[in-house]
Nanobody, 114 residues
Framework: QVQLVESGGGLVQAGGSLRLSCAAS????????MGWFRQAPGKQRELVASITSAGTAAYADSVKGRFTISRDNAKNTVYLQMDSLKLEDTAAYYC????????WGQGTQVTVSS
């Protein structure tokens, strides 16, 4: 079965940093493009960053220059380094494969305070 376990969220002040991790199992991790998504209350889930199997990254305009996605295929883990956090980054963060977003973990909450 597919399992995705997100971790690393928490409460942080604006301008601070967090590093999120997503540990995957049940997939051939190295063959899958991965993405980080977020969902704030009352809003639709949105893609904030993606990384291909070859390591090419892409970002939503709202996080470009502040977030960095990376992957460690040996650990079946994708990371999201979040710097210069803003209040509007507050959301539950999830990871999933780009090809099929049928499976989600429990998410990890990021709350940015002023």
């Amino acid at each position: 079965q597919v399992q995705l376990v997100e971790s690393g969220g928490g409460l942080v002040q604006a301008g601070g940093s967090l590093r999120l991790s997503c540990a995957a199992s049940g997939i051939i991790f190295s063959r899958n493009a991965m993405g980080w998504f977020r969902q704030a209350p009352g809003k639709q889930r949105e893609l904030v960053a993606s990384i291909t199997s070859a390591g090419t990254a892409a970002y939503a305009d709202s996080v470009k220059g502040r977030f960095t996605i990376s992957r460690d295929n040996a650990k079946n883990t994708v990371y999201l380094q979040m710097d210069s956090l803003k209040l509007e980054d507050t959301a539950a963060y999830y990871c999933a494969t780009i090809a099929s977003t049928n499976y989600w973990g429990q998410g990890t909450q990021v709350t940015v305070s002023s």
